[in-house]
């Protein structure tokens, strides 16, 4: 039996449906179960059995965390730590999503993906927030797979393609940043990931990157969803769109970015034998959705 917590966000949603279609019988809880009390959790699965957890809660509103700090905290450290208290005492296996913002971005010249094993150094609260909850099921469960990914984007909730594709309906002119680099990622895509690692019944456990192949900056990202979605004929079809490319240090935001966070995907692609999209063909298949 699965756990899904926080089935209502973004990827959740998508974890949910998938669950559905396999047939898998599972519970889902969403803010009706505060991950930060742990009498809240207790008594939600005190009479269930429950084999794996998947976690897909937290605080993601990277801007607002430079505010919210304790907000931030409660959620991705406190929380986790109650999940994880949880499924040590009942010996579940845990699944648990975390961010590319563990580390700098500054590896190497920033041309060097980083790795499972690469020293992690967050540069704002929401990377801080996110990386203490990993340390705390690091501490409680031997019984853990951590997946970090970067740049999701699905059906459910806020995210850079929906927020591409309201700024090409309100304006003529958009700037975007052009030196970051990571990799866009495709929830359904994650969401194979993780149920690839119920369906093997894995007990490899540790941390493991996932995002779909190839590169990208943000300014490629939106060009790329302009082309695409013009062509799926979601943007009005005589509006010319201008995308202009800045620097970082002109778009200056709360929350500061990693600059290339790439992740290397060789340590789940070999243990789990998975073959991963680029993510542009993940893009597509994203907007065709959109455009039925």
């Not at 995308?243 to 709360?254: A, C, F, N, R, S």
Request: proline share 2%; aromatic share 12%; with cysteine.
């Amino acid at each position: 039996m699965i756990w899904l917590i926080g089935n209502k966000g973004m990827l959740g949603n998508d974890v949910e449906k998938l669950l559905k279609e396999r047939g898998l019988t599972y519970w889902g809880s969403d803010n009706e179960v505060d991950i930060s009390d742990y009498k809240a959790l207790e008594k939600f699965g005190k009479d269930k059995k429950i084999k794996w957890v998947i976690n897909c809660a937290g605080y993601t509103k990277v801007n607002k965390a430079e505010e919210e700090i304790d907000e931030a905290f409660r959620i991705n450290k406190d929380g986790v730590r109650n999940i994880a208290l949880f499924s040590a005492e009942r010996q579940i296996r845990l699944i648990h999503i975390s961010t590319d913002y563990v580390f700098n971005g500054w590896q190497e010249g920033r041309t060097v993906d980083y790795r499972e094993d690469n020293k992690t150094n967050p540069i704002n609260i929401y990377g801080k927030s996110k990386l203490a909850g990993e340390e705390e099921i690091k501490k409680i469960l031997e019984e853990n797979f951590v997946i970090r990914t970067a740049w999701l984007y699905g059906l459910q909730g806020n995210n850079f393609v929906y927020t591409m594709l309201r700024l090409f309906e309100e304006r003529d002119l958009i700037k975007v940043v052009e030196d970051q680099w990571g990799s866009p990622t495709y929830t359904v895509d994650l969401v194979g990931a993780i149920l690839k690692i119920i369906k093997d019944d894995s007990v490899s456990y540790g941390i493991y990157h996932f995002t779909n192949e190839g590169v990208a900056s943000p300014y490629e990202f939106a060009k790329t969803i302009y082309k695409k979605a013009k062509r799926l004929r979601l943007i009005e079809g005589n509006k010319k769109i201008v995308i202009e490319p800045v620097k970082t240090e002109d778009y200056l935001t709360e929350a500061k970015r990693p600059i290339y966070s790439v992740l290397s995907k060789e340590k789940i692609k070999r243990e789990f034998n998975l073959k991963i999209r680029d993510w542009d063909k993940a893009l597509e298949d994203f907007l065709i959705i959109l455009s039925l």
